[in-house]
């Protein structure tokens, strides 16, 4: 068991000498780089921000005509910034929460004796687990996050685990003026540096209980299936699987922000070999698919002779 004296390596009990944070901030991007090469970037950040129709379609139309191009006295970036003083931001209240992204969700069948194991293994020489393309809302910076591994979680007989990163996110409360007068009202939202925030959860990775009806709704096919039937075998004993992948695909999430309308999308790409074990009692069929996002069970059904003994 552990104590605040003796962890054992990857513990995230929060006990004992502070840890350090699970995730660092590699690089940053300032909003203006981030979406000056997009019109629909611009649009949505500005939007998000509580900038007036006017002001908005003004941006615009410069972007569309062409007189944001470079030029032998000003870059991209300066005739951008230069556009956006046509309108003053005021910061009304700045807060930092915390925002939870989620990674993998996963669960274990509903039978006696049932277990699911979560862990990641080492592949890269920074132990890296992940890597989150946090993207801004409104007018904020974009920030690329390094996530270190966590060593395992353990779902039970018939509870579901969603496994996540608490991230740190500054959000600004802005009021937008125009010649002095209020035009609209909006926000900004960055991810910062775990040492900006005082919230002790940033200190350790975190797995949370859900529903399985809370589970993603699969886009695409499994790219593995666990079958495992063991109806006939009437003995107690546990019958053992895993699976194993290192999918270096991204794909995008959507996290919550508390005290804001928006949602922080995050690309996310799987750097280390995920694995799952798999504790499974005899008596019953289990079939189960995976997906990039979850695990999902499609059964397991009880034994045709048990079934008739309860009916009876």
């Known amino acids: 068991m552990c104590n605040a004296s003796k962890h054992s390596p990857g513990c995230d009990c929060g006990f004992g000498p502070p840890y350090p944070p699970r995730y660092s901030v590699s690089r940053t991007t300032s909003w203006v780089d981030w979406a000056?090469?997009?019109?629909?970037?611009?649009?949505?950040?500005?939007?998000?921000?509580?900038?007036?129709?006017?002001?908005?379609?003004?941006v615009l139309h410069e972007y569309a005509a062409g007189q944001l191009g470079s030029s032998e006295t000003t870059t991209l970036r300066e005739r951008i910034e230069g556009l956006l003083r046509i309108r003053e931001t005021r910061v009304e209240r700045v807060d930092t929460v915390t925002v939870n992204v989620p990674l993998f969700a996963f669960s274990a069948p509903a039978v006696k004796g049932a277990r699911v194991v979560y862990s990641e293994t080492r592949t890269t020489s920074r132990g890296r687990s992940w890597l989150l393309n946090f993207s801004p809302v409104g007018t904020s910076h974009a920030a690329t996050l390094d996530v270190e591994q966590v060593a395992s979680y353990t779902a039970g007989a018939g509870s579901c685990k969603l496994v996540l990163v608490p991230v740190a996110v500054r959000v600004e409360q802005l009021t937008i003026l125009r010649h002095g007068q209020v035009v609209g009202y909006g926000v900004r939202a960055g991810a910062l540096p775990p040492e900006e925030s005082q919230d002790s959860d940033l200190r350790r990775r975190a797995v949370q209980s859900i529903r399985?009806?809370?589970?993603?709704?699969?886009?695409?096919?499994?790219?593995?299936?666990?079958?495992?039937?063991?109806?006939?075998?009437?003995?107690?004993?546990?019958?053992?699987?895993?699976?194993?992948?290192?999918?270096?695909?991204?794909?995008?999430?959507?996290?919550a922000i508390p005290g804001i309308p928006f949602s922080a999308n995050v690309k996310l790409r799987q750097l280390n070999k995920l694995t799952l074990a798999f504790d499974l009692p005899a008596g019953h069929a289990y079939h189960a698919e995976l997906y990039p996002t979850h695990l999902a069970w499609t059964r397991p059904t009880e034994p045709t002779a048990t079934r008739r003994r309860r009916a009876a």
Do not use: K
């Open 36 to 58: 000056g090469g997009s019109a629909e970037r611009l649009r949505t950040g500005l939007l998000q921000a509580g900038w007036d129709a006017g002001g908005i379609e003004h």
């Open 212 to 255: 399985a009806s809370d589970l993603p709704s699969p886009e695409a096919s499994p790219f593995d299936v666990l079958a495992v039937d063991v109806t006939q075998d009437r003995s107690r004993d546990i019958h053992t699987a895993s699976r194993a992948w290192t999918i270096d695909v991204g794909r995008e999430v959507s996290a």
